[in-house]
């Protein structure tokens, strides 16, 4: 069966600071990977998604970027930290046309 | 801007009851969708998913469509304490790629001994 695992899980970093999501799916293959944030009070919202290595969309203007060096392995990243960047990041992937989402445990990150 | 719309809650129902949770969707070419469950502190959890107009029922979890309405709920029978969660309603807008989902804010579901 598919798993998806997501590290750290919880992570406090003072602002300015760098910033290393990592995500990465077993029992499946070449799967679609998304990134989505959900910030206090506020939905989830779709950051990053991915549909092979090295190809990567994003959706909102911010300071994030994203990675997929391997096929089931995505990566977020950020160079410098804004407070507005604390939330729950969630990696997820997609199985074929039926278009379900499946979460990862989500990382609990909180910018001081 | 596609939106997706849900009761904000809270929806507190007494342990056997039927809880009903709606929502409602501005893309009217919307295929796909979806219900989450969320417990606090975790990431959601993939409950219901349906496609066509009607009823889809998996064990005490019924979703219901009405895409000329633009509505689907979920209905959650013989209603337990630990079905208390935050509900999140996610839809696949029309001429986006599979797993872009736009959600709703969640509701909030209490249910109470």
């Known amino acids: 069966s598919q798993t998806i695992h997501q590290w750290p899980a919880t992570l406090v970093q003072p602002v300015g600071s760098p910033l290393s999501l990592e995500c990465t799916v077993e029992g499946t293959s070449n799967p679609n990977l998304y990134w989505y944030r959900q910030a206090a009070g506020r939905g989830l919202q779709l950051l990053f998604y991915s549909v092979g290595i090295g190809q990567i969309s994003s959706e909102v203007p911010q300071n994030l970027s994203a990675s997929r060096p391997q096929d089931r392995q995505f990566i977020l990243s950020s160079k410098k930290l804004l407070l507005s960047d604390s939330g729950f990041y969630l990696c997820a992937w997609s199985r074929g046309s039926a278009g379900e989402l499946f979460f990862g445990e989500g990382s609990r990150l909180t910018v001081l | ?113």
């Open chain 2, 1 to 113: 801007q596609k939106e997706v719309e849900q009761n904000s809650g809270p929806l507190s129902v007494p342990e056997g009851a039927i809880a009903s949770l709606n929502c409602t969707y501005s893309d009217r070419g919307s295929q796909s969708f979806f219900w989450y469950r969320q417990y606090s502190g975790k990431s959601p959890e993939l409950i219901m998913s349906i496609y066509s107009n009607g009823d889809k029922e998996d064990g005490r979890f019924t979703a219901q469509l009405n895409k000329a309405s633009q509505y689907v709920s979920l209905l959650i029978r013989d209603s337990q304490p630990s079905d208390s969660a935050t509900y999140l309603c996610a839809v696949n807008p029309s001429g986006t790629s599979y797993g872009k989902l736009t959600f709703g804010q969640g509701t909030i579901l209490t249910v109470h001994p």
